[in-house]
């Protein structure tokens, strides 16, 4: 986007986004706030861990430059020397398989294998759902593909989360969802987790110096919680079959936070869920989950979750927000909220990754030009990945770096025909993504 000193407004004619001075400072006071900017301009984050980042850390290149404007062969408007393939299309074998991959791919996730290479997950939110597995080696090539959650035992996998002890806990988004722990490489059986609740369930992230699990929940009066396990087993894997489910209460007036574009900084509390399952015969039974507890605080459409050094960022779609919860201090705040601008590069919110010093990436899930978009450590925006004309009636999802930093995976989860059901495509991006 450009400036037109004219009008005063931005305009659509430029991928890049020159923010205002007083939206700059808007995202740079509310990183301040939580202590997260470093003296080099960075957030000092980092997965686990509570000691200083070494400054050598991988973030997203500095160099990467505004998206092409022409769509390369698969649709995708990329940065400049980057290059797309397909590694998954619906109902289509992955390439060098014999293994069929899912329609409506959305969340998903990278595991570094222990011999080499990595594992990419990713969910089915459809009927059947279930997760499956692209194994790639050393050099990012495929090596296999599999199921790691059979469609027959889940629906609906919408968002998801990594462990500290690499797993995939995987979300299934309807009132009777809950969350199932898969292994990412397939050789351990897919667990039922009801203990972490019975609701509209989307994405989860794991504290890993308590085993604490974040929870999002997908309504527009939907909840943000959090898991204790009562066995946390700190610095190895959590029982997550037995704890307390509690939501979040941010100890100020709901229309205060909730106004558009205002910063702030609230302290929150949290209550306890006295039924976390409230499901009878298959049904729910007695008061819904996020109704348990009215005093908790109603957020509208729960994404993305993600939890870095001691900071746990997720989004709400409903009002295109991506909140940072300071887990030590318990104060929660805002930190971008597209309301204040005239023409938002970042229009909606949906999956989100950081990378190892901050960088925020967030994939839109309502825009008429789905983006995966980064928001920067000192404040800047910037797309990364669009979903070209071709890609209308489609969204993006499932965004996830490789180890080494060369490739960037994601899905366009309807795909080219823009249908649910039959359709959806996942990409791997090769380029210079991360640098120290």
Known sequence: MQFDSHSGRWRRSAPMLQQTLDRRRFLRDSFLGLGLVAIGGSLSGCSGGGGPLASTAPALSGTLGNLSPTPDANG??????????????????????????????????????????????????????????????????????????????????????????????????????VIWECDPFGVDAPRRLPALGTFSHEAATVDATSNIVYLTEDQPDGRFYRFVPTTPNIGGRADLTAGRLQALRILADPATVNAEGRGGRWAVEWLDIANPNPVLGGVLFGTPTRLQAPDSFAFDGGEGVWYQRGIVYFATKGDRRVWALDVAAQRIEVIYDDAGFSAPVLSSVDNI????????????????????????????????????????????????????????????????????????????????????
């Open 76 to 177: 995708l408007l990329l940065p400049p020397g980057f290059t797309a393939r397909v590694i998954g299309q619906a109902g289509q074998v992955v390439p060098g398989t014999n293994f069929r991959w899912h329609t409506d791919p959305d969340a998903g996730a990278v595991f570094a294998r222990p011999g080499g290479g990595w594992v990419y997950t990713s969910n089915r939110e459809f009927l059947p759902g279930g997760v499956d597995a692209i194994e790639f080696d050393a050099s990012g090539q495929i090596s296999r593909a599999y199921n790691i959650l059979p469609g027959a035992q889940s629906r609906l996998n919408c968002g998801g989360g990594v462990t500290p002890w690499n797993t995939w806990l995987s979300g299934e988004e309807y009132d009777l969802g």
């Open 353 to 436: 990754v950081l990378t190892p010093r901050g960088d925020i990436v967030v994939s839109e899930d309502q825009a008429a030009d789905a983006q995966v978009v980064a928001i920067r450590p000192d404040g800047r925006i910037q797309p990364l990945v669009q979903l070209g004309p071709a890609h209308a009636g489609s969204e993006v999802t499932g965004p996830a770096f490789s180890p080494d930093g060369r490739f960037f995976y994601f899905s366009s989860q309807r795909g080219t025909s823009g249908r649910t059901g039959v359709d959806g495509i996942t990409y791997a991006v090769e380029g210079p993504w991360l640098a120290s």
